[in-house]
């Protein structure tokens, strides 16, 4: 008990750590709630973030609950990841680098009685962050108008989770998360002319609200040496509870006299339905192969906006869109599994070997337009740590990521994620003869 406090004790920390941090350069964050995470841990990011249909006991796999049963009843299971991001921006003839670093997620899992594993964690659950600007002329006149554009901040998600092996081969699980962040995004308007007045757009919103998710899996033996696992996920649309701001100033030049005006879209954020479906094929313990299909119902959420007859903050529909994701991914291990009757010492025998691919609709909408599509692939490494009772896996993989739609920016993204993951035997009872 008294370890699994201290385990909580630095989840605390490492969320306090996380709520100062951005993982995005993209001008897209600037829409929607943000850019979506994909919350994937250190094991399933070498394979894209395939996990529906994942059962590993020696992995914490948060985006379906119904895992935290595979968990072994001695093992002890912490999971810290970073990541490091170079992205490629390209509109017309223009190109512009970005780069940033994010410490993304912890999590922990455990037995708890028979047949029931527990987890807790802290994730990411949007990211907001861009900088940048446009100038144009004022209509057939020499003067010339500068926007800047700027915002930061998202939303965190920690959790506590449970999963129950109920009937054989049958699991179910739950995740209740507590969901919190802000957002700031500013607009500024000013032009060349110092007789021509400046404007400040201040969009703004605290969130404080749950996240509710349910997960099942089944897994049966086709074969000899080969079991197929069915995965099926649900989370709870519903609103957020928080009020989206408006604030817009007008500095007069002449005067140096600011004029605000404030106006307010009550319980203004929500969040979807989200579903999910996934499948895994393991075999002889060495290879495994899955697919995971998700589909979230942004489409029928409002969401706020500037009314450009009355200036009021109202909520309007068809600003976002269903997004669906699919995923294709495997593992290769060697010399199998790790157990203790199977202990290869030929060290890359047993590194687990990665890959994934995956294609995302957009989930918002830019301009009346339809925001960027996402393609994606990874490759990774799981690098043992095994020294007696020992299991660790440093986690190593990269993932380029293009984002695209028509007429507006590409961006390419190739991403660095490192993650560790203790899996120590703690709650072994060691007996004297």
């Known amino acids: 008990m008294k370890k699994i406090i201290l385990s909580s004790v630095i989840l605390g920390l490492v969320a306090i750590q996380a709520t100062a941090q951005s993982g995005t350069n993209s ?28 059962r590993d006991g020696g992995q914490v ?11 072994d009843s001695l093992s002890m299971i912490f999971d810290v990841g970073l990541s490091g991001q170079l992205t490629n921006f390209k509109e017309g003839g223009k190109k512009l680098n970005a780069k940033n670093a994010d410490f993304e997620y912890a999590v922990a899992a455990f037995r708890g009685f028979r047949n029931v594993g527990f987890s807790l964690g802290i994730v990411p659950f949007t990211n907001i962050g861009y900088n940048y600007s446009a100038t144009s002329n004022v ?79 089944w897994q049966k033996e086709i074969l000899k040496g080969n079991v197929m696992t069915v995965g099926l996920t649900y989370g709870l649309g519903h609103k957020l509870g928080a009020d989206a701001k408006s604030k817009i100033t007008n500095n007069n030049s002449q005067t140096s006299v600011s004029t605000d005006a404030e106006y307010v879209a009550s319980d203004g954020l929500s969040i979807p339905d989200m579903f999910g479906a996934g499948i895994s094929w393991t075999h002889n313990d060495r290879l495994v192969l899955g697919l995971d299909y ?12 500037t009314n450009s007859e009355t200036g009021e903050y109202q909520l309007k529909s068809g600003l976002l869109k269903d997004r669906s994701k699919v995923t294709f991914g495997g593992e290769w291990t060697p010399s199998g599994k790790w ?11 047993r590194v687990n070997y990665r890959f994934g691919v995956s294609y995302a609709t957009p989930y918002v909408t830019v301009n009346g337009n339809d925001g960027p599509k996402e393609y994606s692939v990874s490759a990774g490494f799981g690098l043992p740590i095994i020294n007696s009772g020992k299991r660790s896996v440093l986690n190593i993989s990269g993932q380029w990521v293009h984002s695209s739609a028509k007429n507006m920016i590409t961006e390419n993204t ?20």
Request: proline residues 2%.
């Open 27 to 54: 001008p897209y964050s600037q829409y929607g709630l943000g850019v979506l995470s994909d919350q994937s841990q250190g094991f399933n990011r070498g394979m894209n973030g395939l996990a529906l249909g994942m």
């Open 61 to 71: 796999n948060f985006l379906n609950p119904a895992s935290y049963s595979a968990v």
């Open 139 to 217: 209509g057939t006149s020499e003067m010339v108008s500068t926007e800047t554009y700027n915002g930061s901040g998202g939303i965190h998600q920690a959790y506590i989770g449970a999963g129950w092996n109920f009937f054989d081969g049958f699991s179910i699980g739950a995740n209740i998360s507590y969901l919190w962040g802000s957002y700031e995004k500013n607009v500024s308007i000013t032009n060349s002319d110092s007789y021509v007045n400046s404007v400040v757009k201040t969009y703004s919103a605290d969130v404080n609200s749950y996240k509710i998710d349910l997960g099942l899996q």
């Open 294 to 305: 998700s589909l979230q119902k942004w489409g029928g959420i409002d969401m706020p906006e």
């Open 339 to 349: 157990t203790p009757n199977n202990q290869s010492h030929k060290f890359l025998s």
């Open 414 to 433: 190739f991403r660095i994620n490192i993650g560790l993951t203790f899996n120590e035997l703690w709650f072994m009872k060691m007996k004297l003869k």
